[in-house]
């Protein structure tokens, strides 16, 4: 099982453009999630999902977008980038119920914005 | 709202034991996770409580207190592949995880 898997890496964006994350998870997990970590701030919750076709803001859900369209997909998009969305993004995954807290999180995407 | 409190940096010898803090302010608990997290890496799950007392993995244990909204990740035997970050987070009804800010630790000869 390749677990939670994240695409791209790496990515540099001009400001104002736009790009879409994807992750994927093979683990049959109910729940996904969309993180961003910044130096000395932890992980701050974007958006997430608790099931296909549904979708429920985060923390920090402003300049974000995303799609649950498929039980293992969870897109992330940003429609128009600006330097304060340089971060570093994790998608993460888990079971409902108690499962929920042990996530399983991908690689990360390390994102640019100039 | 939600908020934890966890220092941001400890420092430990290799071989010692070294606790990890976490309080907590929350409506509905559910229970405190622990996770930790190499630089560069992703996150890793570690431990969870959901009711008061020691929970025991190894050489890592993790300790919850409902009535004192606090919690302890202890880690025995340090070796120098625990230096890394470490982060308390808490589920309360209705929301996903809120993550601590985290800890770093750092394990020295």
């Known amino acids: 099982n390749a677990g939670v898997t994240q695409t791209p890496k790496f990515r540099v964006l001009k400001t104002g453009q736009s790009m879409t994350l994807l992750c994927a998870q093979d683990?049959?997990?109910?729940?996904m999630y969309w993180y961003r970590q910044d130096p000395g701030m932890g992980l701050r919750l974007i958006h997430y999902?608790?099931?296909?076709?549904?979708?429920a803001k985060g923390e920090v859900p402003d300049g974000y977008n995303v799609s649950r369209l498929k039980k293992q997909n969870f897109l992330l998009g940003l429609e128009s980038a600006a330097p304060s969305q340089t971060s570093v993004y994790f998608c993460?995954?888990?079971?409902?119920?108690?499962?929920?807290?042990?996530?399983?999180f991908g690689p990360g995407t390390r994102l640019t914005v100039t | 709202g939600q908020s934890l409190e966890q220092p941001s940096e400890v420092t430990a010898v290799e071989g010692a034991i070294v606790q990890i803090n976490c309080t907590y302010q929350?409506?509905?608990?559910?229970?405190l996770s622990w996770y930790q997290q190499h630089d560069g890496g992703a996150p890793t799950f570690l431990s969870y409580?959901?009711?008061?007392g020691l929970e025991e993995t190894g050489r890592f244990s993790s300790f919850l207190s409902r009535s004192d909204s606090y919690g302890y990740l202890l880690l025995q035997e340090l070796q120098m592949k625990d230096s890394a970050s470490y982060f308390c987070?808490?589920?309360?009804?209705?929301?996903?995880?809120?993550f601590g800010k985290g800890t770093r630790l750092s394990v020295i000869a």
């Open positions: 993460a995954s888990s079971n409902p119920g108690q499962g929920a807290n042990e996530q399983y």
């Open positions: 683990m049959n997990h109910e729940y």
């Open positions: 999902s608790v099931g296909e076709g549904t979708t």
């Open positions: 929350t409506s509905g608990f559910y229970g």
């Open positions: 409580n959901a009711l008061d």
């Open positions: 987070a808490v589920r309360s009804r209705n929301t996903p995880l809120v």
